[in-house]
Every structure is written in structure tokens, then in C-alpha cells.
């Protein structure tokens, strides 16, 4: 397939990556074309914030979760060669697992995908050294992708001066700059970037964003490059969707939000139906649903208010008695247990399903990819593993001893999970194309229950 697309990367975190994806995607978007992003790596927020704030699909693509030939598979799923797809990368485009292999990072993502680069470079401080810099950056571009540059925080006459030097000395084509300024500027969290809905005005502060980098960046420039990406040789999958067998129901609301659209969709090809929920604001579960599935997201921030829903806390563990099966990870299983205390030593009753308590640890508990095997086949096959992710703050009393998890640059590896037959519940986040007898099962369990009820 030949389609049009780029990858926004840059030396390293905070360089500007997410805003200048947000601005082109807006851009793109207001010019009509039909644009559509990825994130690289495991992240939840930018996605979201492609999707709500601007509005067009994304999904997230990682190079350690799934083999080459299949991340093709799920970068082309539902694409058409009218699409303008852009890759937003993570940390510096080197950057893979433990900061040192070649797998999960930008690089090898768009190496896979045969997708040419756009670096966003943070030059602030920074006179003649950004040619060195970006020298370095080329030459270590073993696969010639690095095709542009947008320099950051780097005023218009100093542009002037090195845009020329950097094009006459290296093989690069210097798409523009952006000046220091508030308008670049996103806040952040401890877990990462500031979630759309707090940011109130992002709709038009995108709007204006769009407005203001196209006179400072040359999106001509961008779209030759896009132009210029390769072919993508592989089959298109064609996905079978099972008839729809059994209701899953979803937490979807400020407190649970983090889900990556692939596990969603293998849910509903293996026969799942998808209905949403609040624990925020719902007093009960949907009618006739036959499994609950409790993502990520900042339960914490919301804790009081999901505590004191008690009608809906009691409908998940009557739930649980009763042998629904509930798949439950980090934000979910922090509501599953009996008390939340928070950073201020504040505790609030959570859902009780669980029984042990999680607190704020004030410092990162577990941060990185991970490889999960149970001890006891039951959502998985025997000895066969399943990737995910973890970074939280918070821990547990009781982390459950069900899998162990293996670092895979490290080898370390440590028990973790609380599993048996109906749950599923621990920190890590989970990416089931990876492993897809996961969603099977999980679909699969929650049939035996509609039956059985």
C-alpha cells in the first residue's frame, strides 16, 4: 500500500513532539485531507488527546508488543491509500526497551513501517553545535528516514542565520521553526501529559495553534515528505468478526480511560459486545452484561466520588461473588481493593472486591515493559506469555503471587497478579494483540457465565 505518512521524533522527551503533532494533525485535518495518528510505544494520553481534542482516529504501535509483520498488520488495518498517516514517536528516536535495545523504540517503528522522519529538535541554548548534533542523528540513520528538521524554542532571526549552514552541510531539509513561546507549551503530570479534558480550551487553542505554526513551519515541506514514503509490501488482514456472544461492560469515564483500540477490537472480533460504563456516575452495571473489564486511568484523582457511589461499588462485587469474570488493571485494580489512601494520608472505601488496601507511594513503584506468565493456566495457554507495561505510584498490600513477570532487558523478573478462573487483576497493563488468546478467553468466560445465569 502507498500511503502517505511520517513519523514526528526527536534526540529526546521534551523536545516538542506532541506539539508539533497536535498542530500538523490539526492542520491537516482543517485542510481536508483525512488524517489519521499513531503513537509509538505504550502511552495512553496522546492518543486520547488526538482523538478528543482534534478528532481524528488514533491507536498506538510498538515494536516490542508485537514482531514487525504484525505491527505492519495493525498499522494498515482500516487504512486507505486516501489516509495521511502520522506516527507520533516517544522519549529520543533511539530510545528502545531499558534506553538501549532496538525494539519499542521510534526508530525501529519506523523502520518496520518504512516511514520517513521529521525531528523536532529543542536547540534553545544552542548555537552552530545543533549541526554536530543533527550530523550524529544522520549518521546513525542507517536506513536514510531522518528526511526533515523543525527546530524548538529558537528565535526567527537565529533561524535565518543556521537554516541555510544546516542544508548546505547536511543531507537535511529544514521544514521550520518554532519560537519560544506559551502557545507551545502542555502542561504535565506526574504520570505524563495533561489529559485533554483539563486543559477546557484545547479545541481552540489547537485552532489557533494551527494558524500560528504555519507561519513559522513549512507544511509544503512536511507533505513531500509524506509523499515520499515507500510502499508497504504485506496482505492486508482480513479480520473475521465473530457473531456477537456475550455483553462486556467497559469503565469509561475520567477516572478509567486508558484502553488501547486494538484490545478493544480483538474483544469484539472473538464475540464480544461492548457496552460503557461509569463508576463515577453509574449506580449499576448495563443490563445483561456478562463480564466487566476496569482499565487504567487516575482513579486517585476522583477517589472520594468513587468511594462514595456505594450502589455502584456493591454492583461490582456482587458481581464478583456471583462469578462474573472481571479483568481488572492498575487504575481498575486500585478501585477493586477495600481502601485508597491518597499522597495527603486521606482514605476513601473503594469497591472492596479485593482484600487489601493501596496507598501512594510518593515515588515510581514499577515502571517499564513487561512479560507475563501465569503460574496456572487460566486466561492464558500453558507457558505462553503476554506483554504489557507498568507505571504507577500507587501499591498494594497484596499484589497477588498468580504470574511472574520478566523484565525483558534485565531478565529480573518478580510474582505479581491475583488470578483464578473469573479474575484477572494486577498493575500491569496489558496489550492483547501480543497475546490474542487473551480477549478470547476473557470473551469466552463471559459466555460460560451468560449461560449459566
Known sequence: MKLRRLMIAAPKSGSGKTIVTCALLQTLKNSGWKAVSYKCGPDYIDPMFHTKAIGVPAKNLDTFFTDEEETNRLFLRDRTEHDFAVIEGVMGLYDGLGGVRREGSSYHLACATKTPIVLVVDVKGMGRSIIPLLAGFLQFDREHLIQGVILNRISQGYYETIKPLIEEELPVTVAG???????????????????????????????????????????????????????????????????????????????????????????????????????????????????????????ELYAQKLGENRKMCEAIREASNDGMPIVAECGGFLYLHRTMTDREGKCYPMAGVIAADCYDTGKSVRFGYIELREKKSCFLPENTLIKGHEFHYYDSTDNGADAVALKPVTGKNYSCMIIDETHWMGFPHLYYPSNPAFAKSLVEKAMRFAVAI
Not at 463515577?280 to 452495571?285: A, F, I, N, R, S
Request: aromatic letters at 10%; glycine letters at 6%; charged letters at 30%.
Open 177 to 299: 521553526f518554532l519560537p519560544e513561546k506559551a502557545l507551545y507549551q502542555i502542561g504535565s503530570r506526574h504520570l505524563g501529559l495533561l489529559m485533554p479534558d483539563d486543559l477546557g480550551d484545547s479545541r481552540e487553542r489547537l485552532r489557533v495553534l494551527s494558524e500560528e505554526w504555519q507561519k513559522t513551519v513549512s507544511v509544503d515541506s512536511l507533505l513531500k515528505i509524506a509523499e515520499s514514503a515507500k510502499e508497504i509490501n504485506i496482505e492486508k488482514e482480513k479480520a473475521v468478526w465473530e457473531k456477537a456472544k456475550a455483553t462486556v461492560a467497559v469503565a469509561l469515564d475520567a477516572a478509567f480511560c486508558f484502553y488501547y483500540e486494538d484490545n478493544l477490537r480483538l474483544l469484539e472480533e472473538n464475540g464480544a459486545k461492548i457496552r460503557y460504563f461509569s463508576p463515577l456516575y453509574d449506580e449499576k452495571l448495563p443490563d445483561g452484561c456478562h463480564a466487566v473489564l476496569l482499565g487504567g486511568g487516575y482513579p
